[in-house]
T-cell receptor, first 113, second 115 residues
């Protein structure tokens, strides 16, 4: 039982490049989330999914896309990277109705130069 | 709308001192949960505690204790006899039904324990 696995852990992108941040969970959780954490700030929700095939926007969705084709995977896509997207990205999951603490991945530190 | 305020941006105390981290929340929902997470320098988010809105009992876990007061919408966290390993950023978070099972985070308090 690996929990929530995020890859890569670190990445440097050039402005305008694209990349996908991977997130996989093996706990059969139906809800999954992407947060970003800017330096010295709290976590802000980018996108979330309540189950396979269903996604919705959070507070800061601009510049990102997601898909949820399986229960396990919830990748986050950056199409045209911008310096404002330099941040640490956390994926999390929770089972519906079990409102005790999310399970977080270890994070992806992304720098756009 | 849900909101969590952690007014203390940074706190420094000398080792073995007690320290309290403040958390004030706003919600119109009557059923909600409050959380504290620890983020050590390594960067991961560590779950510390969950408290639901119907349970105002204070909680103690070793050197950690939490004081939940609905009357003041506060959920404060106290570390007794602080240790260097307690140095981290601490986040308070709120979950409500209106939030569709999404956690709303405060901006965090950076705690530094001076040896």
């Amino acid at each position: 039982n690996a929990g929530v696995t995020q890859t890569p852990k670190f990445r440097i992108l050039k402005i305008g490049q694209s990349m996908t941040l991977q997130c996989t969970q093996d706990m059969n959780h139906n809800y999954m989330y992407w947060y970003r954490q800017d330096p010295g700030m709290g976590l802000k929700l980018i996108y979330y999914s309540v189950g396979a095939g269903i996604t919705d926007k959070g507070e800061v969705p601009n510049g990102y896309n997601v898909s949820r084709s399986t229960t396990e995977d919830f990748p986050l896509r950056l199409e045209l990277a911008a310096p404002s997207q330099t941040s640490v990205y956390f994926c999390a999951s929770i089972r519906t109705g079990r409102s005790y603490g999310y399970t977080f991945g270890s994070g992806t530190r992304l720098t756009v130069v | 709308a849900q909101k969590v305020t952690q007014a203390q941006t940074e706190i420094s105390v000398v080792e073995k001192e007690d320290v309290t981290l403040d958390c004030v929340y706003e919600t119109r929902d009557t059923t909600y949960y409050l959380f504290w997470y620890k983020q050590p320098p390594s960067g991961e988010l560590v779950f510390l505690i969950r408290r639901n809105s119907f349970d105002e009992q204070n909680e103690i876990s070793g050197r950690y204790s939490w004081n939940f007061q609905k009357s003041t919408s506060s959920f404060n966290f106290t570390i007794t006899a602080s240790q260097v390993v307690d140095s981290a950023v601490y986040f308070c978070a709120l979950w409500t039904n209106f939030g569709n099972e999404k956690l709303t985070f405060g901006t965090g308090t950076r705690l530094t324990i001076i040896p």
